[in-house]
């Protein structure tokens, strides 16, 4: 038996047609002496309806041992019926079982809302049968789509960099470490040194991949292991490649509004029409705004999600850049504003609301410069040495950023956990599914 026709293709043209579908079965009502069986293939749902008087007495009871979520094949008789999704039914001749569901899943398919995540997560390929994730995943397909479609056109090569590396990219504690044949590896947090390098060769390179992060944080906007997607371009600065990244941003939201057009309405969202240019906040205004709020924070600190959620203002539920970060508490990489003002970077985050999308920042591309940052940073020069010596021989001025993929689609869909719009999280307590 082989399908014939998808969900999307069973209309009322087949009207009087046979048709074979497959799928599983996502909801069944029993009516006594008829059965109405939703089946649901990747395209959405088909409404079989089974009467004892228009079938076998074996197919009946076939029918009426059907479970939900067992994976099954239909060949049967196209009618058209108003009610029925896109305005068809089909009357089954025939009935093949593929597999059998063994348990009731402890959670409800059809529902928008469900009961605790960890329930879910240890069901997820189950869990991910719910119209609710399935609209959250296609939306992040387009999303990976178009920002390959926009940065190919604008001139970049996509790359892959390893994944298992020798030492600290940004020089953090928090690294995985694995065993590399007779030493000491550790995985990747980010492909920040490889793709500088490979400006030199290409100028403008990208990678879309997984990068790995040991924060032991629980919070509902960290992972261990996130797709991250990088950019570094050749002979710009900071401004250049916010200029980049905002455009890129709207790119994906208008590509997602014009191809997931029934996910988000199913989603009830409706994407804001974003213009350019995203409003730009130097870290000082943000610190001045704070004070005025009467918020305890110096100059040099951080900001924490909490304290920017709690400065209100207009940027909530919006992109926005703060700009021109203290050098202290940036990496290594990352150019100061100049040798009159050393204690200021040219970098930049994109937010939405209190959420950090994505950090960029011009990199020094000079050897003394980086040498000096690394030692003033308490870094192991050594350690860095494949890094340093190809700035022997002339590594372009440049600019770039690293974009969570997640944290995206969380600002779009507005979901506030992150493993809601990650196929398999992984994070301090999670290791499986």
């Known amino acids: 038996m082989r399908r014939t026709h998808y969900s999307s293709e069973i ?81 089954p001749l025939e009935l093949r079982v593929f597999s059998m569901a063994k348990k009731t899943a402890p959670f409800i398919i059809q529902s928008k809302t469900s009961i605790g995540i960890d329930t879910r997560l240890n069901l997820r390929a189950v869990d991910l049968r719910r119209n609710f994730l399935k609209s959250i995943f296609r939306i992040r397909n387009t999303a990976l789509k178009t920002t390959r479609e926009f940065l190919s056109e604008h001139g970049f090569i996509e790359v892959n960099t390893p994944k298992m590396i020798a030492t600290a990219t940004e020089g953090g504690a928090a690294l995985f470490p694995i065993f590399y044949y007779d030493r000491e590896a550790f995985l990747a947090q980010s492909p920040q040194l490889y793709k500088e390098q490979l400006t030199m060769a290409f100028e403008n390179v990208f990678e879309i991949g997984p990068i790995f992060r040991a924060e032991p944080s629980r919070t509902n906007r960290h992972l261990s292991e996130a797709i991250s997607i990088d950019v570094e371009q050749a002979f710009v600065d900071y401004n250049d490649i ?112 209190s959420l950090e999308i994505s950090s960029g920042s011009t990199r020094i591309n000079r050897k003394n410069d980086l040498l000096k940052r690394m030692k003033k940073q308490g870094l192991n020069v050594d350690a860095f040495d494949y890094h340093l010596r190809v700035f022997d021989y002339g590594v372009p001025p440049h600019a770039g950023f ?7 689609l969380m600002a779009i869909t507005k979901c506030d956990n992150i493993r809601d719009v990650t196929l398999y999280p992984r994070d301090i307590d999670r290791l499986t599914p």
């Not at 009467?51 to 239909?74: D, G, W």
């Not at 690293?402 to 995206?408: D, F, K, Q, V």
Request: hydrophobic share 35%; charged share 25%; aromatic share 8%.
């Open 242 to 353: 916010m200029r980049l990244l905002e455009k890129m941003i709207i790119f994906t939201v208008d590509s997602i509004k014009e191809t997931n057009k029934n996910e988000l309405e199913y989603l009830n969202l409706q994407l804001p029409n974003l213009e350019l240019p995203f409003p730009k906040y130097s870290y000082s205004n943000i610190v001045s705004k704070l004070h005025e709020a009467q918020e305890h924070i110096k100059w040099g600190d951080d900001l924490s999600p909490q304290i920017i959620k709690d400065l209100q203002n207009n940027r909530t539920d919006a992109f926005y850049f703060i700009t021109d970060w203290p050098t202290s508490i940036k990496p290594f990489y990352v150019k100061t504003k100049g040798e009159k003002d050393e204690m200021m970077c040219e970098s930049f985050d994109l937010m939405y609301g």
């Open 11 to 91: 209309n009322s043209d087949l009207h009087d047609n046979e048709a074979i579908i497959m799928g599983w079965v996502s909801s069944i009502r029993d009516h006594g002496n008829m059965q109405f069986v939703t089946i649901t293939d990747r395209y959405g749902d088909i409404q079989v309806v089974a009467k004892r008087k228009e079938c076998t007495e074996e197919l009946f009871n076939q029918i009426q041992q059907l479970k939900e979520h067992a994976s099954v094949a239909i060949r049967g008789k196209v009618k058209s019926q108003v009610k029925a999704p896109n305005g068809t039914e089909v009357i």
């Open 402 to 408: 690293g974009l969570g993929l997640e944290r995206l």
